[in-house]
């Protein structure tokens, strides 16, 4: 049986890896399925994911870069309510969906 949602982080720091990511990711969906990846953005995490995004689109997936402006705010926020002196590092989240051909 699929799975609704698969939430994953920090999945994309090794390329060798990316195929049997995307395999894994594919033999647990189904057209309801939303692969939700979040990551904190590194200095080559930009280049990682535009590379990791065209093999996941070569594979039969949907890409949508979600908006996580508002819980980035409330984040800082908080932060800035603390005594800690701590950046938060910025956060990026991507939805995955098996394109409808795709499906089983």
Excluded: C
């Excluded at 698969?6 to 390329?15: A, E, M, Q, R, V």
């Excluded at 990551?39 to 080559?44: E, G, N, R």
């Excluded at 938060?88 to 991507?94: I, K, M, N, S, Y």
């Amino acid at each position: 049986e699929a799975a609704d949602v698969i939430l994953g982080s920090d999945l994309t720091y090794n390329p060798s890896a990316w195929r049997a990511l995307l395999d894994t990711m594919e033999a647990l969906s189904a057209a309801h399925t939303r692969v939700i990846y979040v990551s904190a953005a590194h200095p080559a995490f930009l280049a990682e994911l535009r590379m990791f995004r065209v093999l996941a689109e070569s594979s039969g997936f949907d890409w949508n870069e979600l908006d996580l402006s508002l819980q980035h705010n409330l984040l800082s926020n908080e932060n800035r309510s603390s005594s800690s002196s701590n950046e938060l590092a910025e956060l990026r989240a991507v939805e995955l969906r098996l394109k409808s051909e795709q499906t089983r």
